[in-house]
Structures are given as structure tokens and as C-alpha cells.
């Protein structure tokens, strides 16, 4: 996982480059007539979004790219870093971007969400003898990637000594597994699926911090896009696409049920 979101890192400032050049957030009737997506993902957040190889995929990659088979569309995928993507879907540079953003209030300013495809929290992880409570990371040091909800909730954490943030969720990680920080918060399923395959750090899931509600985003007022988006995620549910997926990458049922 180390090296491959290495590759990713790497590539980011090609993507970026290309993704600067070209397209721009169009309504429905412009993709229709285009027959494809134009959309961001950032491909490290395993296993929602991430690179096999060369290969961007992902529970959340597939769900989208199930969802523009209904429509009757591709997706041609670029790679944005996260904390970049709000700004470049609010500058209209994309049609919409999925890369696991849980609803707030301050991202709702500037771009719509559409329905949720799935929901989630954050959680603590730490060593297994470790700083697992939100009490317990009093005095600690805490480890979240740039510009997420993580971040927002370690601020909210009485006494927390000091957050460390990080460009990528892996590096976040890394960080904790070196002992750099006494603990990270991420997602819930995100920790598991990570911990399952790092399983001699030492490391354990601890206290469930928040939760939330993850959706795709587009520019606001997209209306028939939105509503158009909805509709295929909405199908996908019912045919028992997403249902496959979510047990292939989780092992459960991750919708807002
Ligand atoms: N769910 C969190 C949030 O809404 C983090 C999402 C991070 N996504 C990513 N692709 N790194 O802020």
C-alpha cells in the first residue's frame, strides 16, 4: 500500500497539470451529448479509492462507474488531491468529484452533495496499550489527513497536545506505525480494511469518534445532473450491484440504511 500510494503522490502533479488544462463542470445535456463523465477522485484511501498498479479502483470508484452505466456513460477519471477537490469542483473544473466527502455545512457553502452511497465515522486508532478514547488523547499527538472531517473532529477533542496533518491518509498512517504520533483518526472502515492487512503493527481500532454521511459532490444548482446521478445510484442499489460490492470491499452492508 506504501509504494503504491507513492505512485500515486508521484503522478499527482501530472494530473494536476492535465486537469488544469481542460474541462470544465457542464450540465446534464453536455455530458449526455459527450457520453462520458469527466470526474475526481484522489486514489489513496483504501478501499474506497486507490491504485492497483497502474489501475485506479476502489468500492466508491466502481459504485460510480456502475452508476454511469445506468446512465448510459464512461467515466474518464482524474486524480485530484483531496484537499484540493471542493475548490475544483466550486471552480467548475470537473463534473463532480467522489472521493469519500462526508456532508458538512462549511463544504455545502460551496458545492451540493448528492444522495449518500454509503455512511460511516471516524475512529481512533492507536497501539494496542495506546490512546484509543477521544479522553485518552489528552496530552497526544494525532495524526489526520489534510482537510477532512478527521482533522475538523481531533480539533474538537479536549486537550489534544498536537495534530499532525498529512497530504494523504497513508502518510497519516505511516506516521503512526513509526510512532511519529500516538494516534490517528480515520475512517472506520477505512482502519479495518487497513489493520486487516497490516496486521503485525500493533495496532487497533479504538473509540468512534463522529459520524457521517459520504455523497459525490458537483457544482451547486447541477440540478438535472444531480438528480440524474441519484437516479443511477438509486438503480444500482435496487439491481443488487452495490450490494455485491459492498460485501466484496467490506464484508457488510456500508449504505445509509
Ligand atoms: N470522510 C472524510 C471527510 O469527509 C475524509 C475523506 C478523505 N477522502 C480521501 N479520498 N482521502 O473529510
Not at 458538512?104 to 471516524?122: I, L, M, Q
Not at 489526520?144 to 498536537?162: C, F, M, N, P, R
Request: glycine letters at 6%; aromatic letters at 10%.
Amino acid at each position: 500500500m506504501r509504494l503504491k500510494s507513492k505512485l500515486a503522490t508521484a503522478l499527482l502533479p501530472l494530473a494536476l497539470l492535465l486537469a488544469g488544462t481542460s474541462a470544465e463542470a457542464r450540465d446534464w445535456a453536455a455530458i449526455k451529448a459527450d457520453g462520458k463523465f469527466i470526474a475526481v477522485t484522489e486514489g489513496a484511501f483504501f478501499p474506497f479509492n486507490y491504485f492497483e498498479g497502474a489501475k485506479l479502483t476502489g468500492f466508491e470508484v466502481e459504485v460510480a462507474e456502475a452508476v454511469a452505466k445506468k446512465l448510459g456513460l464512461a467515466i474518464e477519471w482524474r486524480v485530484v488531491p483531496f484537499d484540493a477537490q471542493v475548490a475544483s469542483i466550486r471552480q467548475d473544473r470537473f463534473d463532480f468529484a467522489i472521493a469519500s466527502h462526508g456532508y458538512t455545512e462549511e463544504r455545502a457553502k460551496s458545492v451540493d452533495f448528492t444522495n449518500p452511497h454509503y455512511c460511516t465515522g471516524g475512529q481512533i486508532a492507536a497501539p494496542k496499550d495506546g490512546a484509543l478514547t477521544a479522553a485518552a488523547l489528552a496530552g497526544k499527538t494525532v495524526a489526520v489527513q489534510l482537510a477532512t472531517s478527521y482533522a475538523d473532529s481531533a480539533k474538537k477533542i479536549a486537550g489534544v497536545k498536537e495534530i499532525k496533518t498529512y497530504k494523504a491518509d497513508p502518510e497519516a498512517f505511516s506516521a503512526l506505525k513509526s510512532k511519529k504520533v500516538d494516534a490517528w483518526i480515520s475512517d472506520k472502515w477505512l482502519i479495518k480494511a487497513t489493520l486487516e492487512k497490516n496486521a503485525d503493527a500493533g495496532i487497533v481500532a479504538g473509540e468512534q469518534v463522529f459520524v457521517e454521511r459520504v455523497s459525490a459532490i458537483m457544482r451547486k444548482n447541477n440540478k438535472e445532473l444531480a438528480e440524474q446521478w441519484n437516479r443511477g445510484l438509486a438503480e444500482v442499489m435496487k439491481d443488487g450491484t452495490y450490494a455485491t460490492l459492498s460485501q466484496k470491499y467490506f464484508k457488510t452492508d456500508v449504505s445509509c440504511h
